[in-house]
């Protein structure tokens, strides 16, 4: 397991269970992953790999039910906030985890100013009078780009662009300096060209604030280019973690090797034909006594059928502070 | 009866020196905004203002730009989803703007849509054998024996197990689900589909499951197809030519791998740098190009350049006269005035007596067959 060290943030064998009509659906099974200072960890897995589901129930966001949090611990700031009554938790949501949503249009509240809701948790959170919260609304707002910012906390966000929406949303996130920012998504909903904006916005905001960060994407591009490590979840699991060179450079789960490969290059040499992962993500309806990605792999063989793997260091550092994949398949060998 | 409605579209491209299947020539789509309590028209919506390409048999032309960019508006107005407000439309012949509605609806067979959200475009009270069967009914007249083989034929065709045919869509995920929208477009042996954003609601594992059977099917039935996409990498990877949109206009229109090496127009340029690839080397070295603000509204578009108040290379010329798509280059047409060349020097009449005649047809002959 991680140790904690410097981690602001460490988070040991998280399991989320969702009760449904059909069944018990095991989003998130043993997660284990912890996050340092000024640090940003990417996230990668598709639709349904458990990624959100990970970051939503480890602040509690979650509904419940028909979700349930069966295990694990989450240590932040001294405290296992899986155990800390909901009032203390709802303090940590406002004034160290911030949160910012894929879908900046549906985040926002749309019959509320702008300047309202940056200055609500600045009031509700750090006791600010009202005259106070609006000096430091605008201030949030210029730190992340938007110009003109005092005139602008009495627009609405229908008035503002996606992008734009997209830089409230981080202002709100950002109003009580967090320990940890955890975005969802940040970038999806956007153009290329604005997504572009927004990474350069969060590169410079970690330069200047130091806090650190968790990106859960599926875009590897995006994760090549700002994270410092890299998780590659999977049918509700770790399958492979790293820093992100090595990660990019060596990919060890059969995964990752495969996704890597899928996405067509946008300068490389032009394949003729695209590489293709048959078949279809996993819905884990029990919990896993197999490899989730056995039924796609085309490494796997009779022990992946029987064992869940557990993750194993690949680099001879201790599990979690280097580069770690569960697999049975030894891919240097392979 | 089956016989007849087989594929012709590979012997087809064969035969001739054909002229392109599709032409478009200075397409106008608006959308009127009405506004105050007698809801007076009181402007318009440009989404599509002027867009002229050519797209030959057997080729995949790209079309790539950011939301709103009109990249759909043009799909679907080019196979009259919408009634466009201006401009001409030829596909294999017909000049579909101004077909009749009957004349339309048989029409309608040779040219087919694949829609992004295959959740909202298939009918959910529909088995999957009634949702590729419906095309079948309406237009070929086959007996139910022989539209079951045809049914069964094209789920052989798009991957789909013959088993599932009567299970209903949302048994179905998306990958399978946008295999079925493909079957039907397939149905009625079209010429010419326009795929809207056909891999953008799906996983990334599963995309290239789908780009790889459109791919195929190309190749087996030589279908002819308008790629809609905002997804840069994936266009460069099935597109024989490509043309960039901005702002309801063609900013480059190149071939693929001109574009990808050394992209003309500044917005071009930009939107390519915007990319992010999965290599934090080239990552951490890459020089990308911000642009500052957002898109214009094209119900209030700059005049000049529609590019003029986020480029770079902005000029005076730039803020005052549009540019119109030019040749610059064998196959390369740009609407910049960075590139100067002869039709642009012709202006201000020219543009509309000969739009692209000369443009738009020509240069796309050099690029007939890039695959």
């Known amino acids: 397991m991680p140790d904690g060290g410097d981690a602001v943030l460490d988070v040991r064998g998280l399991k989320t269970v969702f009760r449904t009509r059909g069944g018990e659906v095991h989003a998130v099974n043993s997660v284990s992953f912890h996050l340092r200072r000024g640090e940003l960890l990417g996230v990668v897995g598709e639709s349904g790999s458990g990624k959100s589901v990970t970051m939503m129930s480890l602040i509690g966001l979650l509904p419940m039910p028909p979700a349930e949090v069966r295990g694990g611990e989450v240590w932040l700031g001294g405290r296992d906030i899986l155990k800390i009554p909901d009032s203390d938790l709802r303090e940590v949501r406002g004034a160290k985890v911030g949160f910012v949503f894929q879908d900046p249009m549906t985040s926002l509240n749309p019959v509320f100013q702008v300047g309202f809701q940056i200055m609500e948790p600045l009031i509700r959170h750090m006791g600010m009078t009202k005259a106070q919260a609006r000096v430091r609304a605008a201030e949030l707002l210029e730190l992340v780009g938007i110009s003109d910012a005092q005139s602008r906390l009495d627009s609405y966000p229908h008035q503002f662009s996606g992008g734009m929406r997209q830089r409230v949303m981080i202002a709100i996130a950002l109003a009580c300096d967090p320990d940890v920012l955890i975005a969802d998504e940040p970038t999806t909903a956007l153009d290329v060209t604005i997504q572009a904006q927004i990474i350069e916005l969060v590169k410079d905001l970690r330069h200047k604030l130091g806090m650190a960060i968790i990106w859960i994407t599926h875009d590897l591009g995006v994760i090549a280019g700002i994270a410092d490590r890299v998780m590659v979840m999977y049918g509700g699991q770790v399958v492979e973690h790293g820093p992100v060179k090595a990660l990019f450079a060596d990919p060890q789960h059969p995964y990752t090797r495969a996704l890597l490969k899928t996405v067509p290059s946008l300068t490389g040499a032009r394949e003729a034909r695209l590489q293709v992962i048959e078949g279809q993500p996993p819905i884990m309806t029990e919990e896993p006594r197999a490899c989730p990605f056995a039924p796609r792999c085309a490494h796997a063989f009779e022990r992946c059928d029987v064992e869940n793997p557990r993750r194993r260091a690949v680099d001879g550092l201790p599990l979690g502070q280097g580069h770690d994949v569960a697999c049975h398949w030894e891919a240097r060998h392979g | ?371």
């Open chain 2, 1 to 371: 009866m089956l016989p007849m409605l087989r594929p012709r579209g590979r012997t087809m491209m064969l035969d001739a020196p054909a002229p392109a299947l599709v032409q478009v020539r200075d397409l106008k789509m608006y959308f009127p905004i009405h506004t105050g309590v007698l809801r007076r028209h009181t402007g318009d919506v440009k989404a599509v203002d002027g867009v002229s390409f050519d797209i030959m048999a057997g080729e995949t032309l790209g079309l790539v730009g950011e939301s709103g960019c009109g990249k759909s508006t043009v799909g679907r107005a080019l196979i009259r989803l919408y009634e466009p407000t201006a401009g001409s439309v030829r596909i294999a012949g017909d000049d579909i703007l101004s077909l009749a509605p009957e004349a339309l609806r048989r029409k309608r067979p040779e040219m087919q849509m694949v829609f992004q959200d295959p959740q909202a475009s298939l009918n959910p009270r529909m088995t999957l054998a009634q949702i590729i069967g419906e095309p079948l009914i309406e237009h070929s007249g086959l007996n139910p024996t022989d539209r079951l083989a045809r049914i069964y034929e094209l789920m052989d065709q798009t991957g789909l197990n013959r088993r599932f045919a009567n299970r209903y869509p949302h048994e179905f995920s998306g990958g399978q689900r946008q295999r079925i929208g493909i079957a039907r477009a397939l149905a009625l042996n079209p010429k010419f589909i326009v795929c809207d954003e056909p891999i953008a609601a799906l996983d990334v594992s599963i995309q290239a499951q789908v780009v790889n059977l459109l791919e195929d099917l190309q190749d087996r039935l030589g279908l002819t197809y308008l790629f809609i996409s905002h997804d840069l990498s994936m266009v460069r990877h099935i597109a024989d030519r490509v043309a960039v949109m901005y702002l309801g206009r063609i900013a480059e229109l190149s071939p693929r791998d001109a574009l990808y090496a050394r992209p003309l127009h500044p917005y071009a340029e930009a939107l390519l740098s915007a990319v992010p690839e999965p290599d934090p080397d080239r990552e951490g070295s890459r020089q990308r190009i911000i642009l500052q603000g957002d898109v214009p509204s094209p119900a209030n578009p700059p005049t000049g350049c529609a590019f003029c108040t986020r480029c770079p290379k902005v000029m005076e010329i730039c803020t005052t006269t549009r540019p119109i798509l030019a040749e610059v280059e064998p196959g390369r047409q740009v609407a910049c005035h960075l590139y100067p060349s002869e039709a642009r020097s012709n202006q201000p009449n020219s543009r509309h007596a000969a739009p692209s005649g000369s443009t738009g047809g020509g240069s796309s002959q050099h690029q007939q067959h890039g695959v």
